[in-house]
């Protein structure tokens, strides 16, 4: 892809920064132009069911137990006992340690397990670690992986550091979980610490040339997380990618992402910006929690007419 | 089939009471024409006669221009700045509160997306009187009276006329700075879009403007060249045609009469291979197809460098495609109505002479209404300078892509036209940017951006373009004198 004998950070250095920039108020000003898209009756409808279906129901807290992986994944399989009629969710997402219990939870369904690793949040720790951590999940029967790029290496302009960690955990990955087939990997930029958007760019392509199955907004943990003008950009990687080199990327748009009107606009962009065959859980995810409820209420609104209420809905 | 349609979201018509017929608003209220006919508009998306309005005859001008004459020799002319200022303000606000109605009408009788009358015209209509109202007790300070020493002071009677592409706002960008400086106004909305100036004559009443301040009259070219030609107009405002405006400045040649003309425009949009290549594909949109291409700055050349034509027009192509053309009043239009009939006869015509000239014609897949006046956002390549359509304004959604090797190369092909209106710079170096700002001859040139408009900037052409500016503190020039009185 670089059409280099041998990669060196100066290459690589090179070929990156030889991507076009990112005019920051022009793609403030597109977002927020798709965002004022209206979706209503029956557009809304598909965008609800499209957008739960397309969910990594999240809970990543040191306070998580046992107990409350078992009441999300309940959760995830049926997120609104009310209505049958209502899709699942794409994925749990869940620490490490607790990998075994969502799995437990989940088995015979068809929803993923994913687990991040690498030292999330931070990714402050040895490689070692960090492939431990992996094959760890994948072990326990994760079949997605959300790794965190090192973003000291990154903005210390040592790129071909963050290439070989992609790449190694890319490989633990290709493996394949407990199950025998090889893990998606989803790799989370956290573009919250990355700031600019040449710098997303960038990271972008980065993760997308060593190897990324997924490229992700942010961990949740940094504010900001997920922004509009931010997952365009990577949806616009992702399809100039798909232009260059013939193979989809996925994108997940992750945190901070908590009303349906929020995700609405999500859809419109990757609607707009990079299409049809993104509109897909296997292509798009919503890396959220509180999302799922806002998103069964407006379900249950546009069903029966009515608003019915926050203890309309289970807590998780 | 797409995945995701969006289901119509059409904003309601109910907001806006339309009148059967309409009278001339003169001397503070709508009087019945004495010696006018009348005509129909239609909203140029279905052919809907939207109401009957009155062509305004020689007596009606005069009378028009007598109120105006009236006002300004009585309460008006008396007014204090801060006065004054205060009526401004008030209309600004007024027009803020009826936004929805005027962004609902002005859809219906233009035929532009109500998206772009909602967010863009009727918000920077009110923004321009509010600017202006600021102006109106600090004039003296606005450093206009430079080698004379003597106050600003107000012209008399304005004679306006303006055009169908931006109706409100053109109109704001005219009465907004003539009343802040003390002028009284006579306004001629285009025959295609009179109601949101007639609805603004409404406002002026609900802001108990003194009756005369403000006059509108209706009708076509006729009305146009009595309202210019009246021996008491003391100065002329207009926006149009080029063609339109070299008569005008023929017919008050040798009269005392004062003038500022906005005629058209064939800006070059010049895009380098270092530009931000999405967000320079999004200013290429902007540049012809926001508001059908019916803007006299419109970006209407793409001067794209040879060594990135292929992917720009590539991404530009993509783009079309996702840009939805249709009902003007759905909030999720991007591309609305061509204006007129005659407006569409033209545009096809030129495009027809491009095909023939040997330029290559790409139009977006997009299924046209049946009823209506409609154009597919369209796109030629191959175009040479020598062609027609690189040459004449087309005034609508058609861009011509030609191609550049240098800085100089493009400078010069951004000039090699009549017009100089406008140019736009697409580039990540900063100081090709200042280097090509000094050599276009263009009145406003954008970098990283194109059609931005704001009240505090002056806008105005170079050569054919026109000549006068408006908007900011030079708008400000055209009318007032600080020469001795006259």
């Not at chain 2, 007014?79 to 859809?107: C, D, H, N, P, T």
Request: proline fraction near 5%.
């Amino acid at each position: 892809m670089l059409g280099v004998g041998a990669l060196t950070n100066t290459s690589l250095t090179t070929w990156l920064h030889g991507l076009p920039g990112v005019d920051q108020v022009g793609a403030d000003a597109r977002a927020a132009g798709l965002g004022t898209r209206s979706v209503k009756t029956t557009s809304k409808a598909w965008a609800v069911d499209t957008a739960i279906a397309m969910i990594d129901l999240t809970t990543l807290e040191g306070a998580d137990t046992e107990g409350k992986v078992r009441s999300l994944c309940a959760k995830a399989t049926t997120p609104d006992p009310g209505d049958p009629a209502t899709p699942h969710v794409a994925a749990v997402c869940v620490y490490n340690d607790l990998v075994p219990v969502a799995v437990d939870a989940l088995k015979g369904g068809n929803i993923h397990v994913a687990a991040v690793t690498t030292a999330f949040p931070s990714g402050r720790a040895s490689m070692a670690v960090k492939l431990t951590d992996t094959r760890d999940a994948l072990r326990a029967g994760a079949d997605e992986i959300d790794m965190v790029i090192d973003r000291g290496a990154f903005l210390s302009g040592r790129y071909l550091q963050v290439f070989n960690e992609i790449a190694a955990i890319k490989e633990v990955c290709a493996e394949g979980s407990a199950n025998g087939s090889p893990a998606r990997l989803k790799v989370i930029l956290e573009t919250g610490e990355l700031v600019t958007y040449d710098n997303v760019r960038r990271a972008a392509w980065l993760a997308m040339l060593a190897g990324a199955s997924f490229i992700k907004t942010s961990t949740g943990k940094i504010s900001p997380a997920a922004t509009l003008p931010v997952t365009m950009i990577m949806l616009e990687a992702v399809r100039d990618w798909r232009d260059l080199t013939g193979t989809q990327i996925g994108v997940k748009a992750a945190g901070g992402i908590r009303t349906t009107k929020d995700a609405m606009k999500y859809l419109v962009v990757v609607n707009e910006i990079a299409g049809d065959d993104w509109l897909d859980p296997a292509w798009f995810r919503f890396g959220a929690s509180g999302l799922l409820n806002d998103l069964l209420l407006q379900r249950q609104k546009l069903a029966s007419g009515h608003y019915s209420g926050a203890d309309y809905v289970t807590i998780d | 089939m797409a995945k995701f349609e969006y289901a119509p979201a059409p904003e309601s018509r109910a907001v806006v009471n339309i009148r059967p017929s309409y009278g001339l608003f003169i001397g503070g209220e709508f009087v019945q024409s004495t010696d006018g006919s009348t005509f129909k508009t239609i909203s140029p998306s279905s052919e809907e006669v939207l109401a009957e309005v009155t062509e305004a005859g020689e007596a009606d001008v005069n009378r028009a221009v007598l109120a105006a004459r009236k006002a300004f020799d009585g309460p008006w002319g008396r007014l204090s700045g801060a006065e004054r200022g205060k009526y401004l303000f008030r209309i600004a606000r007024l027009l803020q509160e009826r936004a929805r109605e005027f962004a609902v009408l002005e859809s219906l009788d233009n035929g532009k997306p109500i998206k772009e009358s909602r967010d863009v015209d009727i918000p920077l209509a009110a923004a321009h009187f509010f600017y202006h109202a600021g102006w109106a007790d600090k004039l003296e300070h606005a450093g206009l009276s430079a080698g004379t020493g003597q106050p600003p002071r107000p012209l008399g009677v304005v004679g306006q006329v303006i055009p169908w592409n931006f109706p409100l706002l053109m109109l704001s960008w005219k009465i907004a700075p003539a009343l802040a400086t003390g002028n009284t106004v006579v306004l001629k909305p285009a025959e295609t879009t009179p109601l949101t100036a007639l609805l603004f004559a409404e406002v002026c009443q609900q802001a108990d403007l003194p009756a005369g301040v403000v006059n509108i009259v209706t009708g076509a070219g006729e009305t146009g060249r009595r309202l210019v030609e009246h021996p008491r107009v003391d100065k002329v405002a207009f926006t149009g045609s080029t063609e339109v405006g070299k008569a005008i400045a023929r017919s008050i040649a040798g009269t005392r009469k004062r003038a500022t003309l906005e005629l058209g425009g064939k800006a070059a949009n010049i895009v380098f291979d270092d530009a931000a290549i999405d967000q320079a594909v999004e200013g290429i949109v902007n540049g012809i197809f926001f508001n059908q291409g019916h803007v006299c700055c419109a970006g209407s050349r793409l001067l794209v460098q040879e060594n990135v034509a292929q992917d720009v027009i590539m991404r530009l192509k993509r783009r079309l495609q996702t840009l939805r053309v249709g009902d003007p009043l759905d909030k999720n239009t991007d591309v609305g109505a061509i204006n007129s009939a005659a407006q569409l006869a033209r545009i096809r015509e030129l495009t027809e002479v491009a095909e023939s000239e040997g330029a290559t014609r790409w139009s977006a897949p997009c299924v046209l209404p049946d009823r209506g006046f409609w154009f597919a956002p369209t796109v030629f390549t191959g175009v040479s300078p020598a062609h027609r359509i690189a040459q004449e304004e087309v005034f609508g959604p058609v861009l011509s892509v030609l191609t550049f090797r240098t800085p100089a190369e493009a400078v010069a092909k951004a000039n090699n036209t009549p017009y100089g209106l406008s140019a736009g710079i697409w580039t990540e170096k900063g100081s090709r940017i200042l280097w090509m700002a000094d050599h276009l001859r263009a009145g406003v040139v954008w970098a990283n951006t194109f059609n931005r408009f704001d009240p505090t900037s002056p806008f105005g052409g170079y050569k054919e373009s026109g000549y006068g500016r408006e908007g900011g503190r030079h708008g400000l020039e055209a009318y007032v004198t600080t020469g001795a009185t006259r």
